[in-house]
């Protein structure tokens, strides 16, 4: 299923490098494992994970909703999903089931913006509900919750979520003060490999779910977050297995009236990409080669810095491989991508390929030194 080296070869030539090769089949094949693996589940695409257009255009017709973190995000989806999908349909009505505001913390600018969308939005302190109050009273509230995120790749823990025991006062908070709470949502950490912390999670929700039934308040939806495990190696979870015990989890808990939604992102996009490089430049420093390459940890690489993700290069050429490293094209030494690949002995103008690059890698490209990202060539799109 992997885009192949023939492939991968071919593009490049016609391109140029640094180039971003993504595979529109395997985004759909991905997102509809997950359908099928998480059959109760609605999934909301992390458009965070990776930006690009075309992946909205993709997923729209496969019945995906897409969750945003800001004004320009929301736009992007509204600006990406088929013109023809919106005729004769009521704005309002297609983004709320569309669209979830999963950023606890939005600025009052963005709530301006969203003011007349009456859409879903997530909170979890008490100052957002009254930003939320003032400027978008007509939203439905998910209030996120502080879960384990024990080790997941990325935390998010330590910045997100109100502590369960005090989520059922900050429901009542917001219901007393005129607004609506539709639910609850938690994020285990992205490239989450430990099903306990989905488990625990569920618990909590479960019995956050009873107090406040017992409150008098009705909540109907549970958003179990992103956190799906990619194979990025074999050390990870089989997903069919994790994904069926999360299903068992779900159903016992909550009654078939409560709506399970998702805001997948790493798990949909990152086994479709594969970034093709050239070498620019090479070294020998302290007795190890150094190859320089036209991408780094400033562009498509940066999920090395942000991500906490360790890219694996491939070279086509073939022959011993010896120790080396590997650099972006920047005047920072904190360009570094990898400082132990085995590589063959390579020649200015020779091509690598790193795989499965497809989540959070040009979502936090920046423009540093003047370079450009690389470009991004969509497949079977
Ligand atoms: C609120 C929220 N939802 C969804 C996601 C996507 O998570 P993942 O890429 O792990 O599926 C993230 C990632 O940071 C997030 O912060």
Redesign the pocket.
Known sequence: MAISEKRLLQLAKKHGTPMLVIDHDIIRANYLRLRKYLPRVGLYF?I??NPEAQIIKTLYPLDAGF?V?SWQEYQAVLNNVPKKELKGKNLEEFIWDKIIV??TIKPASTLRQLTNFNTLM?YDNADELQKIRRHCPDAGLIC?LRVQNVGSM?E?SSK?GVEPGEAADLIEQAFKIGLSVEGL?F?V????VNIDNYIKALDAAAEIFKEVNRRGYKLRLLNI????PVPYDENVPDFKKFAQQLGHEIDRLFPEEVEIVA?????IVATAAALVVSVVGRSLRDGKMVYYVDDGVYHTLSGVVFDHCQYHFNAFRKGEKQLSAVVGPTCDAFDTISTAEYLPQLAIDDLLYVRNIG??SNASSTNFNGFPGAKIVNINA
């Open positions: 992390a965070k994970a969750d973190a999963a950023n997530t996120r990325v998010l997100f949502s994020h950490g992205s490239q989450c977050g992103g956190g799906f805001e997948p992102g790493r798990y989540a959070y």
